[in-house]
């Protein structure tokens, strides 16, 4: 089955410490996202990538890190710089034609102790 | 960026036409607007896209007006599982980005 996984599902973690969240894509898409999501409240994108070894900066980067080495992969790096890091995250990928249709994996919920 | 305005909650009997509206009065001419949902704790889902002409597919139907300020999403015999926040997104093209701008959405509730 062709799709997007996301793992873990539940992620827990103490302040502090860096934590790394995968993002897998079988759909053979160029771009792939990066979004966050609080409680009550709509997504924000943490980062973006059209292609491998290129990724853009969304509205909300700061304290996080992301690596673009393979176009199935798409890791977001949580850091101790992130000031309140718990919250939903979700990844997302598309072709990279202008009126592309974004599909989105199952996320994963970080909370951080 | 376009921004779209939707009421924050709407209910709807189940086996009827859910209705749900979004303002976007500073959309651009190359601007599209996209329609996802999300059911609780879930990755949203793709429902609809268009320019400007309304469009159909086994989900839904989208309405949009003819000066493109505003649409309106049909899901024409809502069942329970239709129960979830839904947005409305005018696509944003940032440096050829394929960007989408979420905002709060409107929960819909599908009541027996």
């Known amino acids: 089955d062709g799709g997007i996984t996301q793992s873990p599902k539940y992620l827990f973690r103490k302040e502090g410490q860096n934590v790394t969240l995968s993002c897998e894509q079988n759909?053979?898409?160029?771009?792939m996202y990066w979004y966050r999501q609080d409680p009550g409240q709509g997504l924000r994108l943490i980062y973006y990538?059209?292609?491998?070894?290129?990724?853009q900066k969304g509205d909300i980067a700061e304290g996080y890190s992301v690596s673009r080495e393979k176009k199935e992969s798409f890791p977001l790096t949580v850091t101790s710089a992130q000031k309140n890091p718990t919250a939903f995250y979700l990844c997302a990928s598309s072709t990279s034609g202008y009126t592309d249709t974004q599909y989105f994996g199952p996320g994963t919920r970080l909370t951080v102790l | 960026d376009a921004k779209t305005t939707q009421p924050p909650s709407m209910d709807c009997a189940e086996g009827r036409a859910a209705n749900l509206p979004c303002n976007h009065s500073?959309?651009?001419?190359?601007?599209?607007v996209y329609w996802y949902r999300q059911i609780h704790s879930q990755g949203p889902q793709y429902i609809i896209h268009g320019l400007k002409n309304n469009e159909t597919n086994e989900m839904a139907s989208l309405i949009i007006t003819e000066d493109r300020k505003s649409s309106t999403l049909i899901l024409p015999h809502a069942t329970l599982r239709d129960t979830a926040v839904y947005y409305c997104?005018?696509?944003?093209?940032?440096?050829?980005?394929?960007?989408?701008?979420f905002g709060g959405g409107t929960r819909l509730m599908v009541k027996p």
């Open positions: 759909l053979n898409h160029d771009a």
């Open positions: 500073t959309i651009s001419g190359n601007e599209y």
């Open positions: 990538s059209q292609i491998v070894n290129d990724f």
């Open positions: 997104i005018v696509r944003v093209v940032r440096n050829a980005g394929n960007m989408l701008t």
